[in-house]
């Protein structure tokens, strides 16, 4: 029998639990305390819960801090392209509209999606302090905690999406596992990742081999692992899968990981002939299926337990 839903209206913050032991903490202050005294601080507004850093996670966000520059300094490009991912995620796959109800913006990074839909009202989850610390609109909370162990309770959310992270996460497949319990029966997940593809993998890997923001733990995943992945175990149904990127990917990506972007003349320009040749690429019958990101809307199953 499912667990009575949580009060809509309830402001997020009341409903955090402990990672991993999901038992309630208690404000005392600026922090909060756990069951067995533990405190937790508040730093701002990011409520800092995550514990258990083991060696991959350590190098994940050791990786994700030196990332730092490449994520917001405009000389690079594929940021820009964050914006047509934070679309797709959050207006197209849901038909033209963005989805109601709460939402966690797992692995929300540097928050993208709050400072592009800011009445959203998203709730921001990532590992990386440094990360959150440039979130700085858009969410009514920011916690730090891993997606292996939310604090949240089940049922607590409607929708979860999860942009360009499963890739990022030591072990995916139990961060799908706490999306299905996070979310409430019919919930929705949204995630989109890149598309394993071997010589694009491999020019990754050569690019970047000596990058301080490239950890030996990314993943890319092919179409039937990302979809086994999502549905492993029943949790979840997929609605709606499509392939985006191609040109502009395979250019962008490139030319960030030479850091050669800097030296593109009109960067903006640039990008958007990028997009339009995609376009065009993708009206010629079978090439979407060349898309090199990978992008689904998935329905939580009415009997998963996650």
């Known amino acids: ?29 600026k922090a909060f305390v756990g069951p067995t005294g533990e405190r937790y601080v508040v730093e701002g507004d990011i409520v800092r819960l995550l514990r258990n850093v083991d060696s991959d996670l350590s190098v994940e966000l050791e990786a994700q801090s030196n990332a730092l520059e490449e994520y917001m300094s405009p000389k690079f490009l594929m940021p820009r392209y964050e914006r047509d991912m934070a679309e797709l995620a959050l207006i197209e796959l849901f038909g033209g509209s963005p989805p109601r109800g709460r939402i966690l913006d797992a692995g929300c990074g540097i928050g993208i999606l709050g400072r592009l839909y800011p009445d959203l009202g998203l709730v921001g989850l990532d590992a990386s302090i440094h990360l959150l610390r ?95 992945l999502v549905q492993k175990d029943g949790l979840f149904s997929i609605a709606r ?34 997009r339009g040749v995609d376009r065009l690429l993708f009206a010629i019958p079978g090439v979407a299926r060349a898309g090199l990101n990978l992008a689904i809307l998935a329905t939580r199953s009415p009997r998963a337990v996650g």
Not at 245 to 270: I, T
């Open 1 to 29: 029998m499912e667990k009575p839903s949580f009060d809509d209206t309830a402001d997020p913050v009341d409903l955090l639990v402990e990672p991993g032991s999901l038992r309630p903490l208690t404000r005392d202050g």
């Open 134 to 228: 440039e979130a700085r609109s858009g969410y009514r909370l920011l916690v730090e905690a891993s997606a292996e162990a939310i604090p949240f309770p089940s049922g607590s959310f409607d929708v979860v999406v999860a942009l360009n992270m499963l890739h990022h996460v030591i072990n995916p497949e139990r961060a799908v596992r706490e999306f299905a319990r996070l979310l409430k029966p019919g919930g929705s997940l949204v995630a989109v990742d890149p598309r394993k593809v071997a010589p694009i993998e491999l020019a990754k890997r050569m690019l970047r081999s000596k990058d301080a923001a490239f950890a030996p733990t990314h993943k890319a995943f092919t179409v039937d692992e990302y979809a086994t």
């Open 241 to 274: 899968s499509e392939r985006v990127g191609l040109a502009s990917l395979v250019a962008m990506g490139g030319l960030d990981a030479a850091r050669l972007s800097p030296f593109v003349p009109s960067p903006d320009r640039f990008v958007g002939a990028l």
